[in-house]
C-alpha cells in the first residue's frame, strides 16, 4: 500500500460532506495525501496535472459523464492518470450502468451507501491482484477479466490424426 500513500488519493464526489465522509474513511485506512475534488472541471485539471495511484469517483461527477471521463483519460496516452486504479461509487447503480463503467475502464465498482470494511476490500483487492492494463483498438483499461479459466484438458483445439 506504500505505492498508494506515496502518490496520493483523489475522492471525487459532488456532495462535499460525501467527499470528506470519505476521505476521512481513506485517511482511517493508513492513506496521508488524500484530496477531496467537489467540482468536474477541478477533477479535470487535478488529473491531468499529475500522476495518482488510486481515484474514488462518483458516477454523479457530470460534464463531462463520469464514465466518459473515464474512458477519455483510458484513451489518451498522455493522461498522467491513464493506469491509474479508479474505484466508481453509485448510489443506484443497474447492471448496465456497471458494465458501461467496466467497458470505459474502470477497475472496481462501490454501491452507496458502503463501509471503511467495504472500501478497504477493494483498495486491497487493487493492490493485492492489480489486473494488467490492456492497450486494444476498442478498450484501454484494466483486463476485464476476473479470473483465468482452465477446462482440464491440454488443448483441445488440436485434432488428432484418426479425427483428420
Known amino acids: 500500500m506504500d505505492k498508494i500513500v506515496k502518490h496520493g488519493v483523489v475522492i471525487a464526489d459532488p456532495v462535499e460532506n460525501m467527499a470528506s465522509l470519505i476521505a476521512a474513511m481513506v485517511r482511517g485506512l493508513g492513506h496521508r495525501m488524500v484530496l477531496e475534488i467537489t467540482n468536474p472541471r477541478e477533477l479535470k485539471a487535478v488529473l491531468d496535472s499529475r500522476s495518482y495511484s488510486l481515484v474514488i469517483l462518483d458516477e454523479t461527477m457530470g460534464s463531462p459523464d463520469a464514465v ?3 474512458r477519455q483519460m483510458r484513451t489518451d496516452i498522455d493522461s498522467p492518470n491513464r493506469t491509474t486504479s479508479i474505484i466508481m ?4 447503480p443497474d ?3 456497471i ?3 467496466r467497458d470505459a475502464g474502470v477497475s472496481e465498482f462501490l454501491k452507496k451507501p458502503f463501509s471503511a470494511t467495504d472500501l478497504q476490500m477493494r483498495i486491497a483487492g ?4 492489480p489486473r494488467e492494463f490492456i492497450d486494444a483498438p476498442e478498450y484501454a483499461g484494466p483486463d476485464r477479466r476476473r479470473r483465468k479459466l482452465t477446462a ?3 488443448d483441445q483445439r488440436t ?3 484418426t479425427e483428420s
Do not use: F, N
Open 68 to 70: 466518459e471521463m473515464v
Open 126 to 129: 487493487l493492490d493485492i491482484k
Open 152 to 154: 482440464g484438458i491440454a
Open 99 to 101: 458494465a458501461e463503467a
Open 95 to 97: 447492471i448496465a450502468r
Open 89 to 92: 461509487m453509485s448510489s443506484a
Open 159 to 161: 485434432v488428432s490424426e
